[in-house]
């Protein structure tokens, strides 16, 4: 991130990478990692940018709670529900070089 306003620089080799929670409570469910990855690539197809982004899956304890999204290289950090929110994250800060307030937690470090 370069400023207050959340412009961000989106570069060739950026990376995706989509944390989920170690399980220790029901909406943390490890087994939810394909799923999350197939519907994240899935955005990115549509939105086409499959060819510039990296997906990778982790079992992390990141101190929230739910599936968590981290966008490198700069680590910011969203929690998403749905479909339509990762849509709304990808779209924000790949399609327009921002952060995507609403869904936004912080800076993953």
């Known amino acids: 991130m ?3 306003l959340g412009r961000l620089r989106v570069v060739a080799s950026q990376q995706v990478h ?3 929670t170690p399980g220790r409570c ?7 990692a394909a799923a999350v990855r197939r519907g994240i690539r899935e955005e990115l197809a549509q939105l ?3 060819d510039r982004v990296l997906v990778e899956v ?3 304890d990141l101190g929230h709670c739910g599936v968590l999204l981290v966008l490198h290289p700069c680590a910011a950090l969203y929690r998403y529900r749905n479909r339509r929110e990762v849509r709304e994250i990808l779209q924000e800060h790949f399609g ?10 912080g800076c993953a470090q």
């Open 2 to 4: 370069s400023n207050s």
């Open 18 to 20: 989509a944390y989920v």
């Open 26 to 32: 029901p909406c943390c469910g490890r087994d939810r």
């Open 48 to 50: 086409g940018l499959a």
């Open 58 to 60: 982790h079992a992390a």
């Open 96 to 105: 327009r070089g921002r952060i995507a307030w609403r869904l936004y937690l």
